[in-house]
């Protein structure tokens, strides 16, 4: 049985439902989004992401309406939305507050957007039932907001925010204010609305474990620019540059000087007295030429003895273990003082774990392992 894979960013031709097109905006002499270019299409949940101040909330602010740019073009649907009031714009935004009306009932707050419209009686009875089997809320139809949970707030503001079945639903920071489980569990059932609704997502979020697991595609942001636009695991397991690989996750980014060799490989010269690191590249580096290779903690293996085989094997004492529950990372020096941190399963109790502090282990991993970056 073959499964159709959601990626209309790879068919030719497909044309998108949000364009933006050398978008600038400036707030005096500050840049907030420089020559932005970029392409979002129906029915994607796609992420913003990024540190505070790199421009994500500005780009939500200007699909909303709120802002508009200073140069360059925004289209939704084929049509320059640059200068059509935020009212008119077939688009929604839900706030990380969620703005619900504390007097007013669940129904009523679902209901409050579709009865400003003047939705006939009988349509906005069935919407908003809809709405609330959707969000899984009919038995908390007529309670208020303070009667319920904040998930179920989150909800609320979700099945407000859909009701009106808008083309883009914009979602700032939305689950923020929810504890770490409510917001792993929150973040399903988003995903499962959306894919119900059809309807297009944009999220914006600096959290990088919310982005990888909700989006379909994350674009990794910093001073107003798009560094890296790509599907999650492909911004985590081959990002473009040094910055995208280490604002995403956890990773050891080693700096040397490549060498090409005559097996397809690079060779790269990063201390003294350590062995050369064998890589694989998909770009091409010049003789000399400075080289970072980023390898992801769980890619490192951890042993007491030198594994045979391995196309790198470097040795050091483990100087600190980070204990997680599920996995412990190690914090090894080697003997010019460079830190290359390791992650295991605890598969053992903590009371039988294998290395502890002060061991003498030995790192080792493939040459197909990490990526290789120019900068």
Same mark, same amino acid.
């Given at each position: 049985?073959?499964?159709?894979?959601?990626?209309?960013?790879?068919?030719?031709?497909?044309?998108?439902?949000?364009?933006?097109?050398?978008?600038?905006?400036?707030?005096?002499?500050?840049?907030?989004?420089?020559?932005?270019?970029?392409?979002?299409?129906?029915?994607?949940?796609?992420?913003?992401?990024?540190?505070?101040?790199?421009?994500?909330?500005?780009?939500?602010?200007?699909?909303?309406?709120?802002?508009?740019?200073?140069?360059?073009?925004?289209?939704?649907?084929?049509?320059?939305?640059?200068?059509?009031?935020?009212? #008119?714009?077939?688009?929604?935004?839900?706030?990380?507050?969620?703005?619900?009306?504390?007097?007013?009932?669940?129904?009523?707050?679902?209901?409050?957007?579709?009865?400003?419209?003047?939705?006939?009686?009988?349509?906005?009875?069935?919407?908003?039932?809809?709405?609330?089997?959707?969000?899984?809320?009919?038995?908390?139809?007529?309670?208020?907001?303070?009667?319920?949970?904040?998930?179920?707030?989150?909800?609320?503001?979700?099945?407000?925010?859909?009701?009106?079945?808008?083309?883009?639903?914009?979602?700032?920071?939305?689950?923020?204010?929810?504890?770490?489980?409510?917001?792993?569990?929150?973040?399903?059932e988003l995903m499962d609305i959306q894919e119900k609704t059809g309807t297009?997502?944009?999220?914006?979020?600096?959290?990088?474990?919310?982005?990888?697991?909700?989006?379909?595609r994350v674009a990794v942001m910093d001073e107003g620019q798009i560094i890296?636009?790509?599907?999650?695991?492909?911004?985590?397991?081959?990002?473009?540059?040094?910055?995208?690989?280490?604002?995403?996750?956890?990773?050891?980014?080693?700096?040397? #000087?490549?060498?090409?060799?005559?097996?397809?490989?690079?060779?790269?010269?990063?201390?003294?007295?350590?062995?050369?690191?064998?890589?694989?590249?998909?770009?091409?580096?010049?003789?000399?030429?400075?080289?970072?290779?980023?390898?992801?903690?769980?890619?490192?293996?951890?042993?007491?003895?030198?594994?045979?085989?391995?196309?790198?094997?470097?040795?050091?004492?483990?100087?600190?273990?980070?204990?997680?529950?599920?996995?412990?990372?190690?914090?090894?020096?080697?003997?010019?003082?460079?830190?290359?941190?390791?992650?295991?399963?605890?598969? #053992?109790?903590?009371?039988?774990?294998?290395?502890?502090?002060?061991?003498?282990?030995?790192?080792?991993?493939?040459?197909?392992?990490?990526?290789?970056?120019?900068?």
């Open positions: 049985m073959t499964t159709t894979v959601f990626a209309p960013w790879d068919e030719p031709g497909q044309k998108p439902l949000i364009r933006f097109e050398n978008v600038t905006k400036r707030f005096g002499d500050f840049v907030a989004i420089d020559n932005l270019s970029l392409d979002i299409y129906e029915r994607e949940f796609f992420a913003l992401l990024g540190p505070s101040g790199c421009g994500k909330t500005t780009i939500m602010r200007m699909l909303a309406g709120f802002e508009a740019p200073t140069s360059g073009k925004i289209e939704l649907g084929g049509q320059n939305i640059v200068p059509v009031p935020p009212n #008119k714009r077939a688009v929604n935004m839900m706030f990380q507050s969620y703005a619900l009306f504390p007097h007013l009932s669940i129904w009523e707050n679902i209901a409050f957007g579709l009865r400003r419209e003047g939705m006939e009686k009988a349509k906005l009875d069935a919407r908003v039932d809809q709405m609330l089997k959707l969000t899984k809320l009919e038995r908390f139809a007529q309670r208020k907001p303070h009667q319920i949970s904040g998930g179920q707030r989150q909800r609320v503001a979700l099945a407000r925010s859909l009701a009106k079945a808008p083309k883009l639903l914009l979602l700032d920071e939305p689950l923020g204010a929810l504890d770490k489980k409510l917001r792993e569990a929150t973040q399903f297009t997502f944009v999220i914006v979020t600096h959290d990088q474990e919310e982005a990888m697991t909700v989006a379909s890296q636009v790509a599907t999650p695991d492909r911004i985590y397991e081959t990002p473009n540059s040094v910055y995208v690989a280490d604002f995403i996750g956890d990773v050891n980014i080693i700096e040397g #000087k490549a060498t090409p060799t005559d097996e397809g490989h690079v060779r790269v010269d990063w201390a003294d007295g350590q062995p050369p690191i064998i890589a694989t590249s998909s770009q091409p580096f010049g003789k000399g030429e400075t080289c970072y290779l980023a390898i992801r903690p769980e890619k490192v293996m951890i042993t007491a003895e030198r594994p045979d085989g391995a196309d790198n094997a470097v040795q050091g004492k483990v100087v600190d273990i980070a204990y997680l529950g599920n996995i412990s990372t190690y914090h090894v020096e080697l003997s010019n003082g460079t830190i290359i941190k390791a992650q295991s399963a605890n598969t #053992k109790r903590i009371s039988r774990r294998a290395f502890t502090w002060t061991d003498q282990v030995w790192l080792s991993w493939s040459a197909t392992a990490g990526v290789l970056l120019a900068r």
